[in-house]
C-alpha cells in the first residue's frame, strides 16, 4: 500500500506547501474501487463560496467548479471511474420495507462525504503562521491560501554572494547606490517579511531587453506558486481571481499614460489589509491582503499618478541593452546553476538585518512610504492629468467668465462648458470623462 500510495502522491504533489494527511484519505477509501480517486483530493469544497459553495484547485485556486460542473467534468475520467459504487437504502412503498441499492459514487460526494473531515471548509483565509488548513476565531475550518515560501533545491551548494546578480542590478539602476539599497529592501521584505506586505509597489522602466524582467524573474523563482505575471488588461477586468493566494504580482510592458482611472482603482490594492476577490459565476468574497505589486515597462512615462503619492517606487533606467552573450550568462547563472536561490540567502543574511524598525522593534520599511527619486518626480510632471492642467491654466489667467474665483458652478454646467471647449480644440475631447 505504502509504495501504491507513493506512486499516487506524486502524480500531483509537488509543492513543499501542500499538507497531506494519508491517514485522513486513506481511511474512507474501503468503498472506493482505487487509490486513482485519490488523485481527486487535490480539490476542497468551500461552503460559502457562490450560492451552492464551490470546489476549487488548492494548488490552483483560480481554477473553481459549482458540483454540477465538478461532476460532469470527472464523470468520465480516471479519477471519477476509480470511484467506484456505494450502497444507499429506500423505502419501497408497494411492499412498505425497506430495500438496498447501488450507485456511482460522485466526484463531489467523494469530497464532501468521504473527504469531509480534511477537505471540506468552511472559507478561504490568509493567515502567514497557519498551516495549509486551520480554525479561525469562531472554529471555523479555513483553507489557508498563504503560499509559504518553498524549500530551496537540494543541489544548490554552498553558499556564494550573487555578485554577477547584484551587478546587473546596479548597472540596470543607473550606479544609483541608494536606488539599488532600496530595490534589494524592497526584495528582501517581499521575501522574508512576508506578514508585513509592502505599502508600496516597484515601477521600473527602460529601454527593451535590458534586463529588467530577469530581476522579477527572480522573485517568481524564488516564491514559485506565491507570484505570477498578469497582463495590465488583467488589472482593468471586472474580475480579478487572479489576486488569489499571490504574494507578488508581476505586471509587465504597463503603458496606461492615458488612462488616468486605472491607477486610482490600484490604490487600495496597497493600503487596504484586506481584498474583495470577484470570479466568475461565485458571489464575491474577502480574502487578507499579502500580495505585493512590481511593475516593468519600456516607456518613460507609463502610468499617471498624483504629486502627493505615497504607493509607488519608481526609477527610469537609462541602460542600452547589452551584447546577448552577457543576458546568455546571466540567464544560465539565476536559472540553471540555482544562482536565484542565492540571491534569496544573500537578501536574508545581508539586506534583513537592516531593515529599519521603531523602538518596538517593529518592521516600519514596509508601512514608510517610499523615497522620492528625480524619475519620480518627472513622472509625476509628464502624466499628470489634463484635465488638472486646463483647470489651472483656466484659473490662472481668468479667462473666462466661467472661471471667476470664488464662483460655484454645477458639474452639469461645467461639462457642457467642457463640451464646448472641446469642440473649439480648447481641450482635448478624449479626456471628457478624466477624473
Not at 484519505?25 to 480539490?43: F, G, H, M, Q, T
Not at 479561525?136 to 489557508?144: P, Q, T
Not at 541593452?321 to 536559472?335: I, T
Amino acid at each position: 500500500m505504502s509504495k501504491r500510495w507513493d506512486e499516487v502522491l506524486n502524480l500531483y504533489v509537488d509543492e513543499p506547501w501542500q499538507e497531506v494527511n494519508k491517514d485522513t484519505l486513506l481511511a474512507p477509501l474501503k468503498d472506493v474501487a482505487d487509490l486513482e480517486a485519490i488523485k481527486l483530493s487535490r480539490w476542497c469544497y468551500v461552503i460559502t463560496m457562490g450560492s451552492e459553495g464551490s470546489f476549487v484547485v488548492i494548488d490552483k485556486l483560480s481554477e473553481q467548479m459549482t458540483k454540477e460542473q465538478f461532476d460532469k467534468s470527472y464523470a468520465d475520467t480516471s479519477e471519477g471511474k476509480a470511484l467506484g459504487s456505494h450502497t444507499k437504502r429506500r423505502r419501497n412503498r408497494e411492499r412498505g420495507t425497506w430495500e438496498n441499492y447501488t450507485v456511482p459514487i460522485l466526484p463531489s460526494e467523494y469530497i464532501t462525504d468521504y473527504l469531509k473531515e480534511s477537505r471540506v471548509v468552511a472559507k478561504l483565509g490568509s493567515n502567514p503562521s497557519e498551516g495549509l488548513f486551520y480554525q479561525d476565531e469562531n472554529n471555523l475550518k479555513i483553507l489557508n491560501i498563504f503560499r509559504q515560501n518553498p524549500k530551496p533545491p537540494e543541489d544548490i551548494g554552498a553558499y556564494k554572494k550573487p555578485t554577477m546578480f547584484l551587478d546587473h542590478v546596479k548597472w540596470l539602476l543607473n550606479n544609483k547606490e541608494d536606488d539599488v539599497d532600496h530595490l534589494l529592501k524592497w526584495m528582501c521584505n517581499v521575501v522574508h517579511r512576508p506578514q508585513n506586505r509592502m505599502r508600496h509597489g516597484v515601477l521600473i522602466s527602460g529601454k527593451q531587453g535590458t534586463g529588467k524582467t530577469i530581476v522579477a524573474n527572480v522573485l517568481k523563482t524564488i516564491l514559485k506558486s506565491a507570484a505570477k505575471s498578469v497582463a495590465p488588461s488583467a488589472m482593468k477586468g471586472q474580475f480579478n481571481s487572479w489576486l488569489l493566494d499571490q504574494r507578488l504580482v508581476v505586471i509587465d510592458e504597463i503603458k496606461e499614460s492615458d488612462n488616468y482611472s486605472l491607477y486610482n482603482s490600484l490604490k487600495t490594492n496597497f493600503t487596504d489589509d484586506t481584498l474583495e476577490i470577484e470570479a466568475k459565476y461565485v458571489n464575491k468574497y474577502t480574502i487578507d491582503n499579502f500580495t505585493n505589486y512590481f511593475f516593468l515597462s519600456n516607456y518613460a512615462f507609463p502610468l499617471n499618478i498624483d504629486a502627493d503619492d505615497r504607493r509607488l517606487w519608481y526609477v527610469y533606467s537609462r541602460v542600452k541593452k547589452q551584447e546577448q552573450s552577457y543576458y546568455d550568462e546571466l540567464v544560465d547563472y539565476l536559472f540553471e546553476q540555482n544562482g536565484a536561490w542565492h540571491v534569496a540567502e544573500y537578501l536574508e543574511k545581508e539586506i534583513l538585518p537592516t531593515l529599519p524598525v521603531n523602538e518596538k522593534g517593529e518592521n516600519t520599511f514596509a508601512t514608510d512610504p517610499p523615497p522620492s527619486t528625480e524619475d519620480k518626480k518627472d513622472l509625476i510632471k509628464g502624466g499628470r492629468n489634463p484635465l488638472a492642467r486646463y483647470l489651472d491654466d483656466q484659473f490662472y489667467l481668468a479667462s473666462e467668465d466661467f472661471f471667476q474665483p470664488q464662483v460655484w458652478f454645477e458639474h452639469e454646467e461645467f461639462m457642457e462648458h467642457l463640451r464646448n471647449a472641446a469642440k473649439l480644440d480648447k481641450f482635448p475631447n478624449k479626456f471628457l470623462n478624466a477624473t
